[in-house]
């Protein structure tokens, strides 16, 4: 039997105190100051919960786990040890997932959300003239993020969703008189012909008949077979071969992949940053 490692981004499998700080700086830093993750996973200006609850989560979590371990009442100390829990369980499952982003933790922010508004409600029971003050903030803050969200966000977030890649692909879809479509694997953020293939499919409504070479008809409309159909390019590497590998079909490139291209030919039409090409005979 041949011995397996474990993955080294799994501490207690492999333990790494290098790994668990970077575990630990990536929860803390994404979720408790909400500085910017992954593109999709929250808007950068406005980070998972609004910045301006950053204190106010603070505050919560530091007073509710000191009144946690100083009630008396057992009844009463049982129902806040539940969502202490709950946080603790949060923190232990960032501190073990690799350099933990907010999609990946996201248990977390159930707990955190109710601190956050525990430590509102402590704030505003101090200073009685503090809850204008805060209203007037988080309303601010959902108007900047709908008003962001719906504009610069949806614009900037096309490129990450693969918009005009799924657009390109459908209309070259949608042109029957070519038979063959030769797509690249570059979707501009990264390049992956996996991917590539499989938001292809979606995008065709491919049949899984159809693709498993058991019938010729996907999405009501009788086709060349699968693999003659569809096929996913590299451009940089394959860039000698694509004049004999198209011939009569229609290319679909990224902008980017123009570079690679050394034969002439005609521009079908322009989907975003993407282009659908023929050769020129």
């Known amino acids: 039997m041949v011995p397996v490692e474990a993955p ?10 290098a790994q668990l700080g970077k575990n630990a700086w990536a929860l803390f830093s994404h979720v408790f100051l909400q500085l910017p993750d992954i593109f999709f996973n929250s808007i950068p200006a406005f980070g998972p919960l609004y910045h301006v609850s ?4 603070f505050v919560g979590i530091i007073v509710f786990t000191i009144q946690l371990f100083r009630e008396k009442n057992i ?3 049982t129902q806040m040890l539940a969502l202490w829990g709950f946080l603790v ?5 960032g501190l073990i997932t690799y350099e933990v982003n907010i999609n990946r933790v996201n248990i977390i922010f ?14 505003v029971q101090k200073w009685k003239k503090l809850w204008p003050v805060v209203a007037a903030a988080y309303g601010i803050s959902s108007i900047l993020f709908f008003g962001t969200y ?14 005009d890649f799924m657009e390109a692909v459908a209309e070259a879809d949608s042109l029957e008189e070519y038979e063959s ?13 996996d991917a590539t293939e499989i938001l292809t499919q979606y995008v065709c409504k491919i049949d899984a008949q159809y693709y498993q070479g058991k019938s010729n008809v996907s999405n009501g409309r009788e086709l060349p077979a699968y693999a003659d159909r569809y096929h996913y390019i590299y451009p940089e590497q394959q860039a000698a071969e694509l004049v004999e590998m198209v011939g009569d079909g229609l290319l679909v490139l990224y902008q980017g992949d123009l570079q690679y291209i050394d034969f002439s030919y005609d521009v079908v039409d322009t989907v975003g940053d993407y282009l659908l090409l023929t050769v020129q005979n």
């Open 89 to 93: 369980t949060g923190i232990w499952v």
């Open 181 to 193: 479509l030769y797509i690249t694997g570059n979707l501009g953020w990264q390049f992956n012909r």
């Open 110 to 123: 159930y707990p955190i959300i109710l601190l956050c508004a525990y430590g509102i409600g402590l704030a």
């Open 54 to 57: 950053i204190p106010f989560v």
């Open 150 to 163: 719906f504009t610069t966000y949806a614009e900037e977030s096309r490129e990450y969703y693969n918009k």
């Open 8 to 17: 080294a981004e799994i501490p207690l499998l492999n333990f790494s105190f």
């Open 75 to 77: 009844e009463k100390q």
